[in-house]
């Protein structure tokens, strides 16, 4: 026999399919602001919550201070009266939809740190009603959704998947990147119950060309962690055949070169001074936690960060090997580090290897400057 169709919140489904609905984003960073400007321009009144009182002032002024972001949208937005921004979580009573894209950074023992998460479903909680659709999607663990952010939202009585629709998302923004964008680039979506995924894939409909449904909220969470640990696991790999083609005296490049003629079976990937960014050094640490409370050792993982870990050093030995080709020390040479971004064409410093090679540099003597248009201003550690 199949299955009854599901059904959906009426009056919810025809607000989004009129696109009447309110959207509060939470968290107005490369995730956030993003999410917020595309569903401004498809005529969804939004309103941006962030605990930064100078991001909202800069947003109430018509600017973005994220580079994906131009100014004139924010503006052209603002003008029309679908953009504001707020640090009052009591804003967000308005709301129909809440899509929360606050970060999960690492703790310094690489655990994982998902305060941002825990403040902003509080801050929710306390404005909810029946009938309104929650979406996390920041990148974590799986089982955040279900373990802690929905006991957090049922705490005052409201129901998930009766009085309230609470899925996950995973965000899939990459800085930089002018061919796939937030429109372009397939939505994983996976909901607490059925009707809460179709609530969540309506929402995103009216917005994302294409929308992918999975079968639970910790299915999308572990979508997220895998696409990145793939990255992250095969980075690392190349990069330790770049280590053996140097001590073979070969090159890495044409290697790689040869390899990627193969037209099935190999995808390419290139060394590196190591990995940075706001996911791949993050999202793999996030899955190898949940997978050690279950007593379970994610080896590839753990030695894929290890690998990426030794590349800033084996970068700065390259240096000093040939400085000695001239009979120079690393001490008092003058050192230009061209690029101090994880990336090409953005101007994100988060994790990025540049910062450790400028460190070590330092800690041996030697006398560095930086150059980089997208960083007018640096600081590493106490240097």
């Keep these: 026999m199949s299955e009854p169709p599901i059904e959906l919140d009426a009056a919810l489904t025809e607000k989004i399919r009129t696109r009447t609905v309110s959207v509060a984003v939470v ?13 401004g321009k498809a005529g969804f009144h939004v309103i941006g919550v962030d605990v930064s009182a100078s991001k909202v002032e800069t947003i109430e002024a018509g600017r973005s ?15 029309v009266g679908k953009l504001r921004a707020t640090v009052d979580y ?3 009573a308005e709301a129909d939809v809440v899509i929360i894209c606050v970060p999960t950074p690492l703790r310094k023992t690489r655990d994982p740190d998902i305060s941002y998460i825990l403040s902003a479903c509080r801050g929710v909680r306390e404005q909810l009603s029946a009938g309104r659709l929650v979406i996390l999607e920041s990148t974590t663990f799986p089982g955040t959704t279900e373990e802690i952010v929905r006991p957090i939202l049922e705490e005052n009585g409201l129901l998930v998947g009766e009085d309230l629709y609470l899925a996950y998302s995973p965000e899939r923004i990459d800085p930089g990147n002018t061919v796939y964008t937030l429109t372009n680039t397939p939505k994983v979506v996976g909901g607490s119950t059925p009707v809460c995924t179709e609530m969540a894939a309506a929402f995103y409909g009216e917005v994302i060309a ?15 962690l ?10 690392a790999l190349v990069n330790e055949v770049a280590l053996m083609c140097d001590r073979l005296g070969i090159d890495v490049r044409e290697v790689i070169d040869a390899a990627s003629t193969k037209p099935y079976g190999f995808m390419p990937f290139y060394p590196g001074p190591g990995l940075g960014g706001h996911c791949i050094p993050v999202d793999p640490h996030y899955l190898a936690w949940k997978l050690r409370m279950l007593d379970f050792s994610s080896r590839f993982i753990e030695l894929a960060s290890e690998v990426t870990r030794s590349m800033p050093g084996y970068v700065v030995s390259k240096v000093s090997d040939v400085l000695n080709l001239f009979e ?16 090409p064409n953005v101007g994100d410093i988060r994790e990025s290897p540049a910062l450790d090679i400028i460190e070590m540099l330092c800690q041996k003597g030697a006398h560095v400057s930086y150059h980089d248009p997208y960083v007018p201003e640096l600081a590493v550690d106490d240097l």
């Design 226 to 235: 895998l696409e990145n640990t793939y990255r992250s696991v095969n980075i």
């Design 90 to 92: 009591a804003e967000v």
């Design 328 to 343: 120079r020390s690393v001490k008092r040479s003058r050192i230009l580090v061209m690029g101090a971004t994880y990336k």
């Design 65 to 79: 201070d994220v580079g994906d972001v131009p100014d004139f949208e924010v503006a052209g937005l603002k003008s």
């Design 27 to 39: 968290g107005l960073g490369y995730v956030g602001l993003p999410m917020a400007i595309e569903l």
């Design 210 to 224: 294409d929308v992918v449904t999975v079968s639970s909220t910790q299915t999308a969470e572990i979508t997220k």
